[in-house]
């Protein structure tokens, strides 16, 4: 790619985006295209059509999602599934019409089945049952894969057509969601432990019974991995995956349970209460460790362990909230 490579990142003030963006601008790309939601709304199949066909972008980054917990997908499932299928839906084939030939879809390690060998390999897709908490969402995920892999497989040799995908694991870090309720579970204890700080609150209480094992991966990590794999040149990156199960995990490699989480974003924040554990509130999925086997032998490891990760999250929280 060359610096002035026009790339669309769909989804740039999101955690992800963000991040997607901050990289490729370190990497020296001049050309980035962006659009928040009220300029572009990626739901409407006229208001995307016309975008790419003034814009024609020669990449695009789609990491527009409606993303939310546990508590959130429970409770907007409709949205979740219809928000997300029209967004990749839209994207993707108006990219398709408008000549764009390289594309990477961002995915989510809940496509994979509640009930899978641990840690998850990218065979394990469609083995399974789904976790019903978030069956909507990773419904929609899946489809995105497809998406791809159905374009590639009718278009990339008449079309020559790239488009890629990647499931990442849990993400945390700068330009996280901190909303009370509809926030992950990194950026949801970093809220509750640093409120009760400052309130000097005896306690803190966590849904769950704290023994689920979750894996966690800087997001500036994942940016950093996603154009990674978007530069890896065709002829190698085909060797490496199948046409009909393309997409490619991007994890940490370890995993901890959220007790231990919890314990550590305590730490990091500075409260000195006690935590308690509502055992009357969902876990969802017991354990959620991804394989990233194939992408480390691409040649692509994290950098940023879960402490340094979770201070510099914590300072942007601060930043953000100005706490």
């Known amino acids: 790619m060359k610096p002035t490579t026009k790339i669309f990142v769909a989804g740039h003030r999101g955690m992800v985006g963000s991040a997607i963006v901050r990289h490729l601008q370190q990497q020296g790309f001049e050309n980035i295209i962006t659009r928040s939601r009220s300029d572009l709304d990626l739901c409407d199949q006229k208001v995307a059509q016309k975008f790419f066909k ?3 972008p020669d990449e695009v980054y789609l990491a527009a999602a409606k993303v939310g917990g546990v508590h959130a997908n429970n409770t907007y499932p409709a949205e979740f599934i219809y928000e997300n299928l029209m967004v990749q839906a839209n994207v993707i084939h108006q990219a398709f019409l408008s000549g764009v030939k390289k594309l990477l879809f961002l995915g989510s390690s809940c496509i994979y ?7 998850m390999s990218e065979d394990a897709l469609l083995t399974g049952k789904l976790e019903p908490t978030n069956e909507p969402y990773a419904i929609a995920k899946i489809a995105g894969i497809k998406l791809c ?7 990339g040799e008449s079309h020559g057509l790239d488009y890629r995908s990647v499931m990442p694991t849990n993400l945390y870090g700068i330009g996280d969601n901190y909303h009370p309720e509809n926030s992950h579970v990194v950026p949801a204890l970093i809220r509750k432990f640093h409120e009760a700080k400052i309130n000097n609150a005896s306690e803190v209480i966590i849904w769950g019974t704290g023994t689920p094992k979750r894996e966690f991966l800087y997001v500036d990590d994942m940016a950093e991995a996603s154009v990674f794999v978007m530069g890896l040149e ?3 990156y085909m060797q490496h995956i199948n046409p009909m199960q393309s997409h490619i995990n991007v994890g940490y490699g370890s995993d901890i349970t959220i007790e231990e989480l919890a314990r550590t974003v305590m730490q990091v924040t500075g409260f000195s209460g006690k935590i308690i ?7 969802g999925s017991p354990r959620k460790l991804i394989s990233s086997k194939k992408l480390n032998m691409l040649g692509w490891q994290p950098r940023v362990d879960l402490v340094s990760g979770l201070k510099l999250a914590y300072e942007d929280f601060k930043v953000r909230t100005k706490n």
């Open 54 to 56: 003034e814009i024609k």
């Open 113 to 119: 089945p509640r009930e899978v060998s641990q840690p």
């Open 149 to 155: 892999e159905s374009y590639n497989r009718q278009y």
């Open 234 to 236: 065709r002829a190698f």
């Open 277 to 283: 554990f509502d055992t009357s509130k969902p876990d």
